[in-house]
């Protein structure tokens, strides 16, 4: 999976929309960007994923720049139980067997304040 | 939605003992996973199911073993549990063929050995 760079860790305040940046310069053609967070003790939930055109969902939206070079997550109105780890992964198209395995780098610590 | 749910969330087990963890997910999914979560060392793939009896040892599979007898259920086998077993479990499982690879994750066990 190509590398990503993501901030440790990122402050919001409570009800306001929260951008969370995630550079994957070497990104491939084939490859997707995937987010996921991890609220503690809890398993990963996924959030939305993208090519190349920008996604949104009832949960968030993925912004990708024209490059491909660069994303952003948008949570648009954040609570207090959007407090998690956010991770940015960029994974290649599925073509079965055991390279679907999840890489998960060191995300980003999102902390909604009240 | 998709659920995918795990026996415990919480387990303590002794050295020695035998440990079934089993998961069950209720999308019809093909492919399912277990993964182990340690602090530092990130998701680590521990073995990989894509259909009933079907398996294929994933990055760490010494000590472990898994048993898929029902396309719903995918069940993890601690032989012998160590301490060196202690950790987060989780299982995942996602839709087989080409194109993207959305994984669903369940709650989570958190595995004591002591």
């Known amino acids: 999976d190509a590398k990503t760079t993501q901030p440790p860790s990122m402050d919001c305040a409570e009800g306001r929309a929260a951008n969370l940046p995630c550079n994957h310069s070497t990104i491939s053609g084939n490859e997707y960007v995937y987010w996921y967070r991890q609220i503690h003790s809890q398993g990963p939930q996924y959030i939305i994923h993208?090519?190349?055109n920008n996604e949104t969902n009832e949960m968030a939206s993925l912004i990708i720049t024209e490059d491909r070079k660069s994303s952003t997550l948008i949570l648009p109105h954040a609570t207090l139980r959007d407090t998690a780890v956010y991770y940015c992964i960029v994974r290649p198209m599925n073509y079965g067997g055991a390279t679907n395995k999840l890489i998960f780098g060191t995300g980003t610590l999102l902390a909604v304040q009240p | 939605d998709v659920k995918v749910t795990q026996s415990s969330r919480y387990l303590v087990k002794r050295t020695g003992e035998k440990v079934f963890l089993e998961c069950v997910q209720d999308?019809?999914?093909?492919?399912m996973f277990w993964y182990r979560q340690d602090p530092g060392l990130g998701l680590r793939l521990i073995y990989f199911?894509?259909?009933?009896?079907?398996?294929e040892k994933g990055d760490i599979p010494e000590g472990y073993s898994v048993s898929r007898e029902k396309k719903e259920r995918f069940s993890l086998i601690l032989e012998s549990a160590s301490t060196n077993q202690t950790s987060m479990y989780l299982c995942?499982?996602?839709?087989f063929g080409r194109g993207t690879d959305t994984q669903y994750f369940g709650p989570g066990t958190r595995l004591t050995v002591l």
């Open positions: 993208g090519l190349k």
């Open positions: 995942a499982s996602s839709l």
């Open positions: 199911s894509y259909d009933v009896k079907m398996k």
């Open positions: 999308m019809d999914h093909e492919n």
